[in-house]
């Protein structure tokens, strides 16, 4: 089992910026890919962003709506993924949930709420 717990979410303005904090526990294996993706309601849960390990070449891939404003990075000694989130804007309010993913294996944080808003 993998534990993940979220951070950084909260109320921002319109252009702002946030930085979502996610940290892995339990079984967690040193080859794996961790990401952010996110969901309004009534909607289906979308990617943002995710970034493979160290130990696979920190791949990088984002959403086309992300690109240029996201920025996902990770500390493998931590076992924690960082979600540096500018210019945000209203269409970027959602509930963010982390994801850790091993061998077919899917495992999702509580999500953090992030809103966008003047």
């Known amino acids: 089992q993998v534990q993940l717990v979220e951070s950084g979410g909260g109320l921002v303005q319109p252009g702002g910026s946030l930085r979502l904090s996610c940290a892995a526990s339990?079984?967690?294996?040193?080859?794996?890919?961790m990401g952010w993706y996110r969901q309004v309601p009534g909607e289906q849960r979308d990617l943002v962003a995710t970034?493979?390990?160290?130990?696979?070449?920190?791949?990088?891939n984002y959403a086309d709506s992300a690109k240029g404003r996201f920025t996902i990075s990770r500390d493998n000694a931590k076992n924690t993924v960082y979600l540096q989130m500018n210019n945000l804007k209203p269409e970027d309010t959602a509930v963010y949930y982390c994801?850790?993913?091993?061998?077919?294996?899917?495992?999702w944080g509580q999500g953090t709420q992030v809103t966008v808003s003047s």
């Open positions: 994801n850790y993913f091993r061998a077919g294996l899917n495992y």
């Open positions: 339990g079984s967690v294996f040193r080859i794996n890919t």
């Open positions: 970034i493979t390990s160290h130990f696979s070449g920190g791949e990088t």
